[in-house]
């Protein structure tokens, strides 16, 4: 399961890679400084929509971001699709029902569908156990393709 070290210490040191400023990723990302900062020291996760962006600015996989993978490439990704798509699909591509799904990775039916909805987005703590459920990375799940 994701662990909020993992994520704040490797986007330290992408950071440190990368000559960045809290502040400078936060204007770069048009977020608030104190939100990158309450990152760094641990305090917050960031939704999957920022997640996605912060491994887009830094080029690299939301695999990597999260300390899931140490393979650090530098590559560009397509946007992702809204998760809503993408969540929608994920069952199918796996061989599995909606239902089956739900079972499989204990995933309460209501949530699911309000995912599909639009009306919610998961937590990255859920991306990361879909992910390992499913054997495959945070970005196929994300709808995330290298260009």
């Not at 809290?22 to 608030?32: E, I, N, P, S």
């Not at 993978?69 to 993408?86: A, G, M």
């Not at 209501?110 to 990255?124: D, I, L, M, Q, S």
Request: proline residues 5%.
């Amino acid at each position: 399961m994701f662990i909020l070290s993992n994520f704040y210490e490797t986007l330290r040191e992408l950071m440190i890679i990368n000559n960045k400023t809290a502040k400078a990723v936060a204007t770069d990302l048009g977020v608030q400084t104190s939100t990158v900062t309450r990152y760094l020291r641990g305090e917050h996760a960031p939704g999957i929509d920022i997640l996605v962006m912060i491994a887009d600015y830094f080029k690299c996989s939301t695999d990597y971001l999260l300390g899931l993978t140490e393979n650090y490439e530098v590559r560009e990704y397509s946007p992702c699709p809204p998760f809503s798509e993408r969540i929608a699909k994920i069952p199918g591509e796996n061989g599995m029902t909606a239902y089956r799904f739900c079972r499989e990775l204990d995933i309460q039916d209501g949530a699911y569908f309000a995912w599909k909805r639009g009306a919610r987005t998961p937590n990255v703590d859920s991306i990361v156990k879909i992910a390992e459920t499913l054997k495959c990375s945070t970005d196929y799940i994300l709808g995330r393709k290298p260009l």
